[in-house]
């Protein structure tokens, strides 16, 4: 594997703006990687062609010395529910088998004119459904820690990608721990903002209220650009915040000193792998050495999140997913009775999961189950926001780990629903709330497989994420360890 691979995003600016490097160099030592570690299954859609243009024409930016931003140039991936022009977009799922939109997300847009070279598109659980990146129809992704795991999900595309080495970032999105829990089990960084801080538009729709894409790095600098360059108000988006988006790059570690960090011991009790916790505990240390001060807390609705958020995210999805007839795109059933056609082709087009949440869904908002099941979902989804409303008018952040279990073995909980549910017990209850939270590596198991800490701030005080954050980068390296598979087939 080549050293480059290894370069922070902030280097390799450097690299071009002195003209020792050129993005055209980056983007083949990328593709190279990218080829060396394909059996990890992280891509769906290389885009070569548009990554080359792209490269090229960054290439020219930097000779004139007109870079336009410290993500010019750079070789970066989306998960493939994140829409993009000319290129197809299938969400894991064969009913969009064909699709080709004809715009961009906001946040894609934003990175074309950051100067981003987008590499391709990234595996994920069909429409983001699962925590383990089986759920897809075009394959399983791997985990480059052990290739016998899973990378976690559903954004382990985009995980693995950065992970790997095959690009220096990526973007993902996270309905209920869909960019945190794959970070921590593939030992890089992955960023929730705040609901509404990244806009929604031209995002392949999951649950609405909950949805929210951001960043994965290996390390926090790349992560800081990465998710500046998306962040802020979208008149596209409705739910998009006009709130100011401060500057996590200007962020250092001592601002923990002083700072009061709750443990929820909701968290940290039966389940837990005990390697999970003492990463934990031992991360909690670290903030107290940096000038925090660590404070024990209860957030006692915590154990309704599970179901109340299965209500919320099934009912959604089952109103989001309606619009998928089989008839522009995915396998169209051939029958003359336009009705038969459409239930037809979703029953082909739509995997066993989908149509398990599909069928929940509308259950619950059925006539009769409406106000037993959704919308007392709606109101344990507001004691469980002000679990945490109350907690923040006492402590500036919050730790816990991001997933109760190292990564698991591929294949061990796709037959038990309830189990694969479970991952994204402790993400959860922050995505119903809408709080931003960041996932950071803070060690390995004995089996050596990456641990995780989740970090959760107040609204929009995702600078706070990187404080502590920081912390953790300045005591271990373990993001910026390459895993085994990242070398894998590589003689050099
Ligand atoms: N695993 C959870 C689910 O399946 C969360 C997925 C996500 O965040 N997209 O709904």
């Known amino acids: 594997m080549n050293a480059l691979l290894e370069q922070s995003i902030h280097g390799l600016h450097a690299s071009y703006l002195d003209g020792s490097r050129r993005p055209t160099d980056t983007l083949d030592e990328c593709l190279a990687q990218i080829e060396r570690t394909e059996a990890l299954g992280a891509f769906v859609r290389l885009d070569q062609a548009g990554a080359r243009r792209d490269a090229e024409a960054a290439d020219e930016r930097s000779k004139r010395g007109a870079l336009r931003s410290p993500l010019d140039g750079v070789p970066i991936a989306l998960k493939d529910n994140i829409i993009t022009k000319g290129l197809e977009t299938n969400a894991g799922s064969k009913i969009l088998e064909g699709f080709v939109p004809p715009y961009d997300a906001t946040l894609v847009t934003r990175l074309r004119e950051a100067g981003a070279v987008i590499v391709g598109k990234t595996n994920l659980d069909e429409f983001a459904m699962g925590s383990s990146t089986e759920h897809s129809a075009y394959g399983a992704t791997k985990n480059p820690w052990d290739p016998s795991r899973v990378p976690g999900g559903s954004s382990g595309g985009s995980a693995v990608a950065v992970a790997a080495r095959q690009v220096y970032g990526s973007f993902g999105t996270d309905t209920g721990g869909s960019i945190r829990q794959p970070a921590s089990l593939t030992g890089v960084y992955g960023l929730k903002p705040t609901y509404g801080r990244i806009s929604r538009y031209g995002l392949v729709a999951y649950a609405s209220s909950l949805d929210q894409a951001g960043p994965f790095a290996r390390r ?59 990463a934990v505990r031992l ?199 390459a895993p085994p598979a990242a070398y894998a087939a590589d003689s050099s």
Request: glycine share 6%; proline share 7%.
């Open 220 to 278: 926090l600098d790349d992560l800081a650009v990465l998710y500046l360059a998306v962040a802020g108000f979208d008149p596209k988006d409705a739910t998009s915040h006009p709130e100011a988006v401060p500057d996590p790059n200007a962020c250092t570690a001592s601002g923990m000193a002083g700072l009061k960090v709750g443990l929820p011991s909701e968290y940290l009790t039966e389940g837990l792998d005990p390697e999970v916790e003492s």
């Open 283 to 481: 991360a909690a240390k670290w903030l107290e050495d940096a000038g925090a001060k660590i404070v024990p807390i209860s957030l006692p609705h915590t154990r309704y999140a599970l179901s109340t958020y299965y209500l919320i995210a099934t009912a959604e999805a089952s109103s989001n997913l309606a619009r998928y007839d089989g008839l522009r795109y995915g396998p169209r059933a051939k029958s003359t009775d336009l009705a038969r056609t459409i239930v037809e082709s979703r029953h082909q087009g739509f995997g066993a999961e989908v149509k398990r949440r599909i069928l929940l869904g509308t259950f619950v908002l059925s006539a009769g189950y409406y106000e037993a099941y959704y919308a007392r979902a709606q109101k344990v989804r507001t004691l469980i926001r002000r679990d945490f409303e109350a907690a923040f008018q006492d402590v500036d952040l919050m730790l816990t780990p991001t997933s109760p279990v190292p990564a698991f073995e591929l294949g061990a909980r796709l037959s038990d629903p309830l189990a694969m549910y479970l991952a994204d017990v402790c993400t959860l209850p922050v995505s119903l709330s809408g709080l931003p939270a960041l996932s950071a590596p803070v060690g390995l198991s004995s089996a050596g497989l990456p641990l995780g800490a989740q970090l959760i701030a107040p609204w929009w005080q995702e600078t706070r994420l990187f404080e502590a954050a920081l912390v953790f980068e300045a005591r271990t390296d373990l993001a910026q360890r």
